[in-house]
């Protein structure tokens, strides 16, 4: 942002008005005030605690000539205290009109809003969410930021720190960039908090979809996009997730990087057992669930090892030394898990572009956000896990108890899988993934072959035969269930709601295939 006005130069600070909800350092840095010779003013509990501490402080009541009332609601919404932040000081009108209305500049406003965003986290009582909905504070932050040029405005505690070296450089004055910047955080933190309270009551409306409000944080500036020409950047808009991590080791995330990180990690997030997920562009190349990580690890990277090479991991447990010699042998781009002990981070230091991510796993229900040429698209996430009790048995053949385990792990990892998509399962890992297919058919000709020439210890084995296969979506003809047959898959899971499905029904019977179909179809786009 260009400076509106750079010959507007330092601006001398005499007086100071605080009023903070979080009361956090503020003691000290009105202590500094003081040592300065800045008169200060302050409102309610702010007044009492600085008061006590033993700092001269005037109360905000005998700067305004009225009284605060409606407990507390009403005390900073006066003319001499909007006044005093928006005058223009070089304007003779405005000091002639402050003069006769014996409105006294104030050149500093310390603010930090009521916790509204913190009373939703933690209660659901409509009364104290409300009464914590800040009025005074946005107002006056609205009045110091807008007349910046002259006003000196501190919205958050980490800036305390910030003002008192630009005090201590400028003699008791704050310069116009220093203002401008601070009117712009200033800006930026009302819009945040106005957009919380806009979306809790728009929660309670029938309407609640009208409108939406989004607020994210810029996490990082990224290298670029997808490719080189594209420009990128990161943002935050929670505390969880991919963006969340704590990276370890390693250089700069990409796009690619985050976004196929993100993938990894939202299919182990599915798992309560050990898991192990290994993706290259966006899809699953190989995810297995074992008794141990490095167990489930080494299976997952036999789904595919070819397309592993490169890929992004991604482990719902901790890295220890044994596991780290495990994927120290594999060129990985990242990995992801819950922890990692210190003598497996020595042991993957030596790989230097290895990037390590420590995720927290916490699954939330986030809304997913598509942008398209003149609008969003919005859903709320598949966080659907199928489970054995989901299974609708509906062909002659059936299986063990035991058994339906393949077939549940098939469609869980097939709703992350692009669509057209098809998986086949043997003994709990991938052995067979069509992927993103424009035909269903085609999909399924691509994860049979795979299964049918599965690479097991330098070997090519048939693991098709007898293995578990899912459809994200139904079946419209029973041709894939003639492919199926043809590679003797044992069983398949798929939804219903094809005017086929009878049809696709008889096929299974006929080739003695056990078929279960269940309510949710699972594209992903």
Request: glycine share 4%; with cysteine; net charge neutral.
């Amino acid at each position: 942002m260009k400076h509106l006005n750079s010959k507007i130069g330092s601006q001398k600070i005499s007086r100071c008005l605080i009023s903070v909800s979080n009361k956090a350092g503020i003691v000290d840095l009105a202590r500094f005030l003081e040592k300065q010779n800045i008169e200060i003013i302050s409102t309610g509990g702010t007044h009492k605690l600085l008061n006590d501490s033993g700092i001269r402080v005037r109360d905000i009541s005998d700067f305004t000539g009225f009284p605060e009332m409606m407990d507390g609601r009403l005390k900073t919404l006066h003319p001499k205290v909007h006044g005093g932040l928006l005058t223009i000081v070089d304007n003779p009108k405005h000091l002639e009109d402050a003069l006769k209305n014996s409105i006294d500049q104030i050149d500093l406003l310390i603010v930090n809003l009521y916790p509204f965003v913190e009373t939703l986290a933690r209660t659901s009582d409509d009364e104290v969410i409300i009464e914590n909905i800040d009025i005074g504070g946005p107002a006056m932050i609205r009045s110091a930021a807008k007349n910046f040029k002259y006003k000196t405005v501190i919205t958050s505690t980490e800036q305390y720190k910030q003002l008192i070296d630009e005090l201590e450089r400028n003699n008791v004055a704050t310069e116009l960039k220093y203002r401008e910047d601070l009117a712009r955080e200033a800006f930026a933190n009302i819009a945040e908090y106005d957009i919380a309270i806009a979306n809790y009551f728009m929660s309670k409306s029938e309407n609640s979809a009208e409108k939406i409000f989004i607020s994210a944080n810029l996490k990082q500036s990224l290298r670029y996009g997808e490719n080189s020409h594209q420009k990128a950047s990161l943002y935050s808009v929670g505390n969880s997730g991919i963006v969340n991590s704590y990276q370890v080791q390693g250089k700069e995330l990409s796009y690619n990087n985050i976004n196929d990180a993100d993938s990894a990690y939202n299919i182990v997030l599915d798992f309560q057992d050990p898991a192990c997920a290994i993706i290259k562009h966006a899809n699953p190349c190989g995810v297995a669930v074992e008794k141990n990580l490095i167990q489930a690890f080494k299976n997952a990277l036999e789904s595919d090892p070819k397309s592993a090479f490169g890929g992004i991991v991604a482990l719902n447990g901790e890295i220890d030394e044994h596991l780290a010699r495990e994927l120290s042998k594999i060129f990985f781009e990242v990995i992801i898990a819950k922890s990692i002990t210190k003598s497996a981070e020595i042991i993957l230091k030596e790989k230097k572009n290895l990037r390590i991510l420590i995720a927290d796993f916490k699954k939330n229900n986030d809304i997913q956000i598509k942008t398209i040429n003149g609008g969003l698209l919005l859903q709320e996430k598949d966080n659907i896990v199928i489970e054995a009790r989901d299974l609708m048995a509906v062909s002659t053949k059936k299986l063990a108890d035991d058994e339906l385990k393949n077939l549940v792990f098939a469609i869980n990892i097939c709703k992350h899988v692009k669509s057209n998509a098809i998986v086949i399962v043997n003994n709990s890992s991938i052995v067979g993934i069509g992927a993103g297919q424009t035909s269903r058919v085609d999909a399924c000709q691509i994860a049979c072959k795979k299964a049918a020439e599965f690479n097991k210890d330098d070997k090519l084995v048939d693991m098709a035969k007898n293995g578990y296969m899912a459809s994200d979506a139904f079946f419209p003809f029973a041709d894939n269930i003639e492919i199926a047959a043809k590679y003797q898959i044992k069983a398949i899971v798929a939804p219903k709601g094809s005017i086929r499905d009878q049809e696709v029904i008889d096929a299974a019977n006929k080739h003695k295939i056990a078929l279960y179909f269940i309510e949710s179809r699972h594209f992903k786009h």
